[in-house]
């Protein structure tokens, strides 16, 4: 199918960019990589595209206060290749690298991932573990969103009309800090079947194992979060952790969650 | 043998332009006033058809059934008896009858524009209920695809018959279901048609990505109305076909018929999603099996029943049931036992209508067959590639004639396995095995063996009787004027290299060197009559008539060499490209010089036929010449993922006289990449409703660069008594086994669990149910 026709805007600035989202109720777009097919699908038909990759506030980093800011536009290539100064012993490096192919890589954004809010996707769950703060910009001014508060559910996200996302803040982990990420795709850049991400360090106060890849947004799962850091949690823990999220999952579906979460803990905390 | 002819690894002439992009596709066609077409397909699966409103101002650039009503529906028959017939028409008419069906198309300056059109029509459909699951479609009462047939068989047939006391005597009797996934084809390039006008000519041109473009042309000409020789079909290079392409598309039909109204040209490309939604159209098999065996596991008799969901039409000209009589026919595949007894049935469901897709059948009964043979070996307790070439025909027993009358014509079938048990290393998986593996997967190694009957003709398709039988393939050879060759062929060529393969016959028939020879095809306006690209048959038949041309080329020219040479006609022959008399030689350029250019050197009494000869062709046997091959796979199985990962992939094939090694390793790789899609990742679910669920290559998974580890082939090559040299077809064999290698390793690594999978593609989440079965199994007994 062929897209519907749309007008395109690249704006200059970031404030031209939101005046002409709030005037003509336009679409934001980044790296085009979640638009794109839901252009030519017709599953979005929008009057006006606000490209928004090539705004300075949205490119980028800053570091400073414990914790890096990264630009909404910065593409999952950049992390992977470490044009960021690495904060997360080497996560979100690795997290990046695993990210669909390539050429979907080098223009798909961080801030994409997380405004298209698919739940198999791989940011939603990982920032959710490092406990990523979001900063989104209005016509009124920014505010600062905690990212679990952001996440609302499948494709749904706490952004008011007119409002982009311009950065994430990811907080710079200790040298003691534990992570592990698991993730099972049928094939190379196919979307997740399941997801665990794992942070622990407990001096930047994060204790976090979180479950994605679910119908909705991604879900801690609090039982276990308690006791990490008192070795790893038994088989018998983890389904208990599972459970007491209380979503019906088919059997198959459950075994790989099982499996997923025992994976993550096993990288974060070794065998 | 020579550097460029039968045999050599010459690298393909067509990859030239291929590799550099400068295929010429159907829409890269480009015509002044070209028009897009873009369709109003059903969105649902059966419906009634009340009307469509569309809006005024695009009256004039939207067609229904309505304006088609000159145009006679497709209607593919076949003289099988009890065979139900359907009208298959361009544009539905009263109803829809699967979800994709073509209702309306819109026309305009781009696709888009004709999109836009689509979407404001609005089709009035009063919902029916949809006949989607087999087993519910025959039962009375069952909502019905087409009314007046009172039911939903196409076809309900019987192979074989007596099975003796089989179910009182035999030793160990094994029963197992399997079924394969409904599935997409999945050619790079999707349909694509772009017609027009030719008043110079005065013929309808219709460019379409077809295997089959004389086919196409009977076919238009009989719904049009219009006479052959005003039709003209070139197929120009087409992205793979697979059987996707070797019907009569209502798509074609259409776009043809607006080429006469609007007398300007139109086009009309698939795209992926329609390609998706409205083409998945094969596959869907459900067996049950019961094989009967004794102690050690060598079979007696099978007993099988073969479902197959074929979807809402009879497609052109293949029909409805040749799947069916491929699947009954085919499924003994390479395996001799006395007893037999297959119930086929295809019934009418909504779905998009049943095409013949690489293998036809073959992959569905080589999975039921190759499966059943590891069930019964585990059975009995034995190594199952013993029981497998045990049960196999043995190479002393050839030419055999199997339980269904199928003629092997030769071959050493369980060599082929052996070599396979050998490359694989069956031992050292065994020792793996015991002592297990780090990581916690488990693995296995599986076998499976078929039969590839390729070229079968008319004994084959005329006891279907079909619409469109393939006899005798023509070719033509035309020696130049400066002694190069071109030849011309009615078959297509669309990834199988024949640009290559038949440039090869023909430079070992004549010594002209590979550069100097032209292949065309593709083309009606061009090109000898062919029924096609199909059926593995292009090397054999297309091959053959290369081969017979070249040949009554030789005392064409030898009467001309003779003039110049001072010698006579029968002193004259042809070696190393020059033709050569008792004193001396001439090139063959110097013959054509002359016949053409200088005839005026030439005595008054020559063989006035000329250089340009046009020749029909079939082989000793027209029931099919038979490869065959072993696939071998070791696999690994993360059982809490219900992951697989190929760790090695061997095949042992052997399809006669290999033409080029190259091209062969090409098709099977390609076939057995299909075949790797077929086992793990390819399906397309449907809703209860009838609704294709997969309409994005996100959601149908295709397997890749990453899921398709790096094959080792072997040949072997028995040469057919039955062919010019030897050659047997080998398009589609590739395809057939994978699934059923993948499977039956599968279950080898299964086996500690007691798990086994018989559903393709075998998914995570199928391989996890199983083993969880399994394990609820265990706990209860
Ligand atoms: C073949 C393929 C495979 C993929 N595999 C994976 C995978 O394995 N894992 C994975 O995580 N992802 C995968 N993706 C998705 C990919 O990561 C996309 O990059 C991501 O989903 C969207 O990022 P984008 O920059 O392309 O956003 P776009 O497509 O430009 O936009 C996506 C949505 O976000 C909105 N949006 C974009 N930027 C902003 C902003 N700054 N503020 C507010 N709204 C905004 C847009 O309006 C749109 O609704 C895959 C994509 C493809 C095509």
Same mark, same amino acid.
């Given at each position: 199918?062929?897209?519907?026709?749309?007008?395109?805007?690249?704006?200059?600035?970031?404030?031209?960019?939101?005046?002409?989202?709030?005037?003509?109720?336009?679409?934001?777009?980044?790296?085009?990589?979640?638009?794109?097919?839901?252009?030519?699908?017709?599953?979005?038909?929008?009057?006006?595209?606000?490209?928004?990759?090539?705004?300075?506030?949205?490119?980028?980093?800053?570091?400073?206060?414990?914790?890096?800011?990264?630009?909404?536009?910065?593409?999952?290539?950049?992390?992977?290749?470490?044009?960021?100064?690495?904060?997360?012993?080497?996560?979100?490096?690795?997290?990046?690298? $695993?990210?669909?192919?390539?050429?979907?890589?080098?223009?798909?954004?961080?801030?994409?991932?997380?405004?298209?809010?698919?739940?198999?996707?791989?940011?939603?769950?990982?920032?959710?573990?490092?406990?990523?703060?979001?900063?989104?910009?209005?016509?009124?001014?920014?505010?600062?969103?905690?990212?679990?508060?952001?996440?609302?559910?499948?494709?749904?996200?706490?952004?008011?009309?007119?409002?982009?996302?311009?950065?994430?803040?990811? =907080?710079?982990?200790?040298?003691?800090?534990?992570?592990?990420?698991?993730?099972?795709?049928?094939?190379?850049?196919?979307?997740?079947?399941?997801?665990?991400?794992?942070?622990?360090?407990?001096?930047?106060?994060?204790?976090?194992?979180?479950?994605?890849?679910?119908?909705?947004?991604?879900?801690?799962?609090?039982?276990?979060?308690?006791?990490?850091?008192?070795?790893?949690?038994?088989?018998?823990?983890?389904?208990?952790?599972?459970?007491?999220?209380?979503?019906?999952?088919?059997?198959?579906?459950?075994?790989?969650?099982?499996?997923?979460?025992?994976?993550?803990?096993?990288?974060?905390?070794?065998? | 043998?020579?550097?460029?002819?039968?045999?050599?690894?010459?690298?393909?002439?067509?990859?030239?332009?291929?590799?550099?992009?400068?295929?010429?596709?159907?829409?890269?066609?480009?015509?002044?006033?070209?028009?897009?077409?873009?369709?109003?397909?059903?969105?649902?699966?059966?419906?009634?058809?009340?009307?469509?409103?569309?809006?005024?101002?695009?009256?004039?650039?939207?067609?229904?059934?309505?304006?088609?009503?000159?145009?006679? =529906?497709?209607?593919?028959?076949?003289?099988?008896?009890?065979?139900?017939?359907? $009208?298959?028409?361009?544009?539905?008419?009263?109803?829809?009858?699967?979800?994709?069906?073509?209702?309306?198309?819109?026309?305009?300056?781009?696709?888009?524009?004709?999109?836009?059109?689509?979407?404001?029509?609005?089709?009035?459909? *009063?919902?029916?209920?949809?006949?989607?699951?087999?087993?519910?479609?025959?039962?009375?009462?069952?909502?019905?695809?087409?009314?007046?047939?009172?039911?939903?068989?196409?076809?309900?047939?019987?192979?074989?018959?007596?099975?003796?006391?089989?179910?009182?005597?035999?030793?160990?009797?094994?029963?197992?279901?399997?079924?394969?996934?409904?599935?997409?084809?999945?050619?790079? *390039?999707?349909?694509? /048609?772009?017609?027009?006008?030719?008043?110079?000519?005065?013929?309808?041109?219709?460019?379409?990505?077809?295997?089959?473009?004389?086919?196409?042309?009977?076919?238009?000409?009989?719904?049009?109305?219009?006479?052959?020789?005003?039709?003209?079909?070139?197929?120009?290079?087409?992205?793979?076909?697979?059987?996707?392409?070797?019907?009569?598309?209502?798509?074609?039909?259409?776009?043809?018929?607006?080429?006469?109204?609007?007398?300007?040209?139109?086009?009309?490309?698939?795209?992926?999603?329609?390609?998706?939604?409205?083409?998945?159209?094969?596959?869907?098999?459900?067996?049950?099996?019961?094989?009967?065996?004794?102690?050690?596991?060598?079979?007696?008799?099978?007993?099988?029943?073969?479902?197959?969901?074929?979807?809402?039409?009879?497609?052109?000209?293949?029909?409805?049931?040749?799947?069916?009589?491929?699947?009954?026919?085919?499924?003994?595949?390479?395996?001799?036992?006395?007893?037999?007894?297959?119930?086929?049935?295809?019934?009418?469901?909504?779905?998009?209508?049943?095409?013949?897709?690489?293998?036809?059948?073959?992959?569905?009964?080589?999975?039921?067959?190759?499966?059943?043979?590891?069930?019964?070996?585990?059975?009995?307790?034995?190594? =199952?590639?013993?029981?497998?070439?045990?049960?196999?025909?043995?190479?002393?027993?050839?030419?055999?004639?199997?339980?269904?009358?199928?003629?092997?014509?030769?071959?050493?079938?369980?060599?082929?396995?052996?070599?396979?048990?050998?490359?694989?290393? /069956?031992?050292?998986?065994?020792?793996?095995?015991?002592?297990?593996?780090?990581?916690?997967?488990?693995?296995?190694?599986?076998?499976?063996?078929?039969?590839?009957?390729?070229?079968?003709?008319?004994?084959?398709?005329?006891?279907?009787?079909?619409?469109?039988? =393939?006899?005798?393939?023509?070719?033509?050879?035309?020696?130049?004027?400066?002694?190069?060759?071109?030849?011309?062929?009615?078959?297509?060529?669309?990834?199988?290299?024949?640009?290559?393969?038949?440039?090869?016959?023909?430079?070992?028939?004549?010594?002209?060197?590979? $550069?100097?020879?032209?292949?065309?095809?593709?083309?009606?306006?061009?090109?000898?009559?062919?029924?096609?690209?199909?059926?593995?048959?292009?090397?054999?038949?297309?091959?053959?008539?290369?081969?017979?041309?070249?040949?009554?080329?030789?005392?064409?020219?030898?009467?001309?060499?003779?003039?110049?040479?001072?010698?006579?006609?029968?002193?004259?022959?042809? *070696?190393?490209?020059?033709?050569?008399?008792?004193?001396?030689?001439?090139?063959?350029?110097?013959?054509?010089?002359?016949?053409?250019?200088?005839?005026?050197?030439?005595?008054?009494?020559?063989?006035?036929?000329?250089?340009?000869?046009?020749?029909?062709?079939?082989?000793?046997?027209?029931?099919?010449?038979?490869?065959?091959?072993?696939?071998?796979?070791?696999?690994?199985?993360?059982?809490?993922?219900?992951?697989?990962?190929?760790?090695?992939?061997?095949?042992?094939?052997?399809?006669?006289?290999?033409?080029?090694?190259?091209?062969?390793?090409?098709?099977?790789?390609?076939?057995?990449?299909?075949?790797?899609?077929?086992?793990?990742?390819?399906?397309?679910?449907?809703?209860?409703?009838?609704?294709?669920?997969?309409?994005?290559?996100?959601?149908?998974?295709?397997?890749?660069?990453?899921?398709?580890?790096?094959?080792?082939?072997?040949?072997?090559?028995?040469?057919?008594?039955?062919?010019?040299?030897?050659?047997?077809?080998?398009?589609?064999?590739?395809?057939?086994?994978?699934?059923?290698?993948?499977?039956?390793?599968?279950?080898?690594?299964?086996?500690?669990?007691?798990?086994?999978?018989?559903?393709?593609?075998?998914?995570?989440?199928?391989?996890?149910?199983?083993?969880?079965?399994?394990?609820?199994?265990?706990?209860?007994?």
């Amino acid at each position: 199918m062929k897209a519907a026709k749309f007008d395109y805007e690249a704006p200059a600035s970031l404030d031209e960019a939101l005046s002409r989202l709030a005037e003509n109720g336009g679409k934001p777009v980044s790296g085009g990589q979640s638009m794109g097919p839901m252009l030519n699908m017709r599953l979005a038909t929008p009057d006006l595209l606000v490209d928004l990759r090539r705004l300075d506030e949205l490119n980028g980093y800053s570091q400073g206060d414990g914790k890096l800011v990264v630009g909404a536009a910065v593409t999952h290539a950049q992390v992977e290749d470490g044009a960021l100064p690495d904060v997360t012993k080497g996560m979100m490096a690795s997290v990046a690298s $695993d990210i669909a192919y390539r050429p979907v890589r080098t223009r798909g954004t961080i801030g994409g991932s997380l405004c298209h809010a698919d739940p198999a996707a791989d940011w939603p769950s990982a920032l959710t573990a490092l406990d990523a703060t979001l900063v989104v910009a209005g016509t009124g001014g920014t505010r600062r969103i905690g990212i679990d508060d952001f996440l609302l559910g499948a494709f749904a996200i706490a952004l008011n009309e007119g409002e982009v996302l311009i950065a994430v803040e990811i =907080p710079v982990l200790s040298d003691a800090a534990r992570w592990g990420y698991f993730k099972f795709c049928r094939k190379t850049g196919e979307f997740a079947e399941t997801i665990c991400g794992v942070v622990f360090d407990p001096a930047n106060d994060i204790r976090r194992v979180v479950l994605g890849a679910l119908g909705g947004a991604p879900k801690r799962l609090g039982e276990l979060e308690d006791r990490l850091g008192d070795g790893i949690p038994g088989v018998n823990g983890i389904a208990a952790a599972i459970d007491a999220l209380d979503i019906a999952f088919e059997p198959a579906q459950l075994v790989m969650h099982n499996t997923a979460v025992r994976r993550a803990l096993r990288q974060a905390f070794g065998s | 043998m020579s550097d460029s002819g039968i045999g050599a690894r010459v690298k393909r002439k067509e990859d030239e332009r291929h590799l550099h992009g400068r295929g010429r596709f159907v829409s890269d066609i480009l015509l002044p006033n070209l028009h897009d077409v873009a369709f109003l397909r059903s969105p649902l699966a059966h419906g009634r058809i009340r009307g469509i409103d569309i809006p005024d101002d695009l009256k004039s650039q939207v067609y229904t059934a309505a304006d088609l009503a000159d145009v006679t =529906p497709v209607r593919a028959v076949a003289t099988v008896p009890g065979f139900k017939a359907s $009208d298959f028409p361009p544009l539905a008419t009263d109803k829809v009858r699967y979800a994709g069906e073509a209702i309306a198309m819109c026309v305009a300056r781009t696709r888009a524009e004709a999109e836009d059109m689509v979407d404001l029509l609005r089709p009035d459909l *009063e919902e029916l209920p949809a006949v989607c699951d087999v087993e519910a479609a025959v039962q009375s009462g069952s909502a019905l695809v087409h009314e007046d047939w009172g039911d939903n068989f196409f076809l309900d047939a019987v192979v074989g018959g007596d099975l003796g006391d089989l179910e009182k005597t035999a030793p160990v009797i094994v029963e197992r279901e399997y079924k394969m996934a409904r599935q997409v084809m999945n050619p790079m *390039e999707g349909k694509a /048609v772009l017609a027009h006008w030719d008043d110079t000519a005065s013929q309808l041109v219709v460019y379409t990505s077809t295997q089959v473009p004389h086919s196409i042309r009977s076919g238009l000409s009989m719904c049009l109305g219009l006479a052959e020789e005003k039709i003209r079909v070139i197929a120009p290079d087409v992205g793979g076909g697979f059987g996707y392409k070797c019907i009569l598309q209502p798509e074609e039909i259409c776009v043809a018929w607006l080429a006469l109204k609007r007398r300007h040209p139109v086009r009309w490309i698939e795209d992926r999603r329609e390609h998706l939604t409205a083409g998945a159209n094969t596959r869907e098999h459900y067996y049950k099996v019961k094989a009967f065996a004794d102690e050690r596991g060598k079979l007696l008799g099978l007993d099988a029943t073969v479902t197959i969901s074929v979807g809402a039409y009879s497609v052109w000209p293949f029909t409805a049931v040749i799947e069916a009589g491929q699947a009954g026919g085919n499924l003994p595949g390479p395996y001799a036992f006395g007893k037999y007894r297959c119930r086929t049935v295809s019934v009418a469901t909504n779905k998009p209508p049943f095409t013949p897709y690489r293998g036809v059948a073959r992959p569905g009964v080589c999975f039921a067959m190759d499966l059943t043979i590891d069930a019964v070996a585990r059975e009995v307790g034995r190594e =199952p590639h013993e029981v497998r070439a045990e049960n196999l025909v043995q190479p002393e027993q050839m030419p055999f004639t199997n339980v269904t009358n199928k003629f092997y014509d030769s071959g050493d079938y369980p060599a082929g396995v052996r070599e396979a048990v050998e490359k694989i290393d /069956v031992a050292g998986i065994r020792g793996r095995q015991q002592q297990g593996e780090p990581d916690g997967r488990l693995i296995g190694v599986g076998f499976a063996t078929y039969v590839e009957q390729t070229a079968h003709g008319r004994p084959v398709f005329g006891a279907w009787g079909i619409a469109v039988v =393939p006899g005798y393939e023509n070719a033509s050879v035309k020696l130049t004027a400066d002694g190069g060759l071109e030849i011309r062929v009615g078959v297509q060529s669309h990834g199988q290299g024949m640009e290559t393969t038949l440039a090869q016959i023909a430079n070992t028939e004549l010594g002209i060197p590979l $550069d100097r020879i032209t292949v065309i095809h593709g083309d009606t306006g061009t090109t000898p009559f062919s029924t096609g690209t199909y059926a593995s048959r292009g090397i054999v038949m297309a091959g053959g008539a290369v081969a017979t041309c070249c040949r009554e080329l030789i005392p064409r020219m030898a009467p001309i060499a003779a003039h110049f040479l001072q010698c006579k006609p029968d002193e004259v022959r042809l *070696e190393g490209g020059m033709m050569k008399g008792p004193s001396g030689e001439v090139p063959l350029a110097d013959v054509g010089r002359a016949w053409y250019l200088r005839p005026d050197q030439l005595p008054e009494e020559i063989n006035e036929s000329g250089l340009e000869v046009v020749m029909g062709y079939k082989p000793g046997i027209e029931t099919g010449v038979f490869g065959y091959a072993t696939h071998a796979v070791t696999v690994a199985v993360d059982p809490d993922l219900g992951q697989v990962e190929i760790l090695d992939y061997v095949i042992v094939e052997d399809c006669g006289t290999l033409i080029n090694p190259m091209v062969v390793e090409g098709q099977t790789y390609g076939g057995a990449a299909q075949g790797i899609g077929t086992a793990l990742y390819e399906e397309m679910p449907y809703s209860p409703q009838g609704q294709p669920l997969a309409s994005t290559l996100a959601d149908y998974i295709l397997p890749g660069p990453t899921e398709v580890p790096k094959i080792r082939i072997f040949h072997t090559e028995t040469p057919s008594p039955y062919t010019t040299h030897g050659q047997k077809g080998v398009g589609e064999g590739g395809a057939i086994a994978p699934h059923a290698a993948i499977g039956n390793a599968i279950n080898d690594a299964l086996k500690p669990l007691g798990a086994e999978v018989g559903e393709t593609p075998m998914t995570p989440h199928r391989i996890l149910d199983a083993i969880q079965a399994a394990k609820a199994k265990a706990a209860a007994e």
